[in-house]
């Protein structure tokens, strides 16, 4: 098997790279409007946003940063398919302006945005993010009543592209080998994900002039969301691609990406994270065989004894559904001819 890794430095907000329909999921975290790392590429685009923030009027540089996301959210359902699913990583901001604090709820406008283009909102996760102090509030301390709760969650919104989900041919192998096990789907199909933790891209060195310009999930986020909306061979797209941490979970997860980016320099950090995604993709298929392996000694422990065997790897599973799960591991990378990303070779990971 085979998947392709394009990499566009160019505008999220005209994706004219991409063809209608021809993107099965979307993974991606934008600029949150009125985080101050944000504020200049938001001021750039529309120098409306400098002027309210410098008159102190944050409710209309709120409107003016989700304005510039505006056109991203329309390009992202043209290129999405039928039954497509766009999964969109954003945390709310809190901020003083003009001398207030208040909570800026980015997650709702984005909610708002896609529902009006006709989006299905499907349940959301939380996934706590821990701020880096060890103090738990804000404001006035332990007296009543000015202080305020810490804002330590993000969200992962879920939408679909249409009222009908997509369809498969009976029985397809890109679709079973690519099952997850059963308690993999009790641990990802919950609605918080506590033991996901915020973390700090590390840049390699040389690359320390975009560490400011780098805001990188955890790699766990977009390869669980990949595994849980998408099959192998299908095309994940992140319109505000960064370090390519989602090209990354894709390519270790047996699908195609597509990443868009503004900053060129971007490409060299990932040409560097690539070169890992061999042994990556393998560690990742063995530690979660190994994961389950130790979940089956569990259930055998309290009694209980998973009623299949899986056809590829020495273990049981507890459905009929879980039988054909098959890993991918990464066997080759090579340039495309055309220089703007990758072409990766597949194997089925093989674990004696």
């Known amino acids: 098997m085979e998947t392709t890794h394009r990499v566009v430095v160019g505008d999220a907000r005209e994706l004219s790279a991409v063809d209608d329909d021809s993107v099965e999921l979307v993974v991606t975290s934008p600029p949150y409007p009125m985080i101050e790392m944000w504020d200049d590429l938001f001021a750039e685009l529309d120098p409306a946003v400098d002027d309210a923030l410098e008159s102190g009027d944050g409710r209309a540089a709120f409107d003016a940063m989700h304005a510039q996301l505006e056109p991203v959210w329309d390009e992202l359902e043209r290129v999405l398919v039928d039954g497509g ?32 283009r006709g989006f299905d909102p499907l349940p959301d996760v939380l996934w706590r993010k821990p701020a880096n102090s060890a103090a738990k509030f804000m404001g006035s301390g332990m007296i009543p009543p000015n202080a305020y709760v810490t804002l330590e969650h993000e969200y992962v919104l879920v939408f679909r592209k249409g009222g009908d989900s997509r369809s498969f041919e009976p029985g397809a192998d890109r679709r079973y080998e690519a099952a997850y096990f059963w308690e993999e789907r009790n641990r990802w199909f919950t609605d918080i994900w506590t033991e996901v933790r915020g973390e700090l891209q590390a840049l390699e060195d040389g690359h320390e002039e975009l560490r400011e310009r780098s805001a990188a999930y955890p790699l766990e986020i977009p390869y669980r969301l990949i595994c849980m909306y998408s099959t192998y061979g299908d095309t994940v797209l992140d319109p505000f691609w960064g370090t390519g941490t989602t090209s990354l979970a894709a390519l270790c997860a047996g699908r195609s990406s597509i990443g868009y980016e503004l900053e060129d320099a971007f490409r060299e950090v990932f040409a560097d994270r690539i070169e890992a995604a061999p042994e990556l993709s393998r560690t990742i298929g063995r530690r979660r065989l190994e994961r389950h392996r130790e979940f089956v000694e569990r259930r055998r422990a309290e009694g209980e004894e998973p009623s299949y065997d899986a056809v590829h790897y020495e273990t049981p599973v507890m459905t009929k559904m ?17 220089a703007d990303g990758y072409r990766a070779a597949h194997e089925p990971l093989v674990i004696e």
């Open 85 to 116: 699913i766009a999964c969109i990583n954003v945390g709310d901001a809190t901020r003083t302006v003009d001398g207030s604090f208040r909570v800026y709820p980015n997650h709702a406008r984005v909610l708002e945005a896609f529902e009006s």
């Open 322 to 338: 879980e039988r054909e799960i098959r890993f991918r591991e990464v066997s080759g990378i090579e340039p495309l001819e055309s």
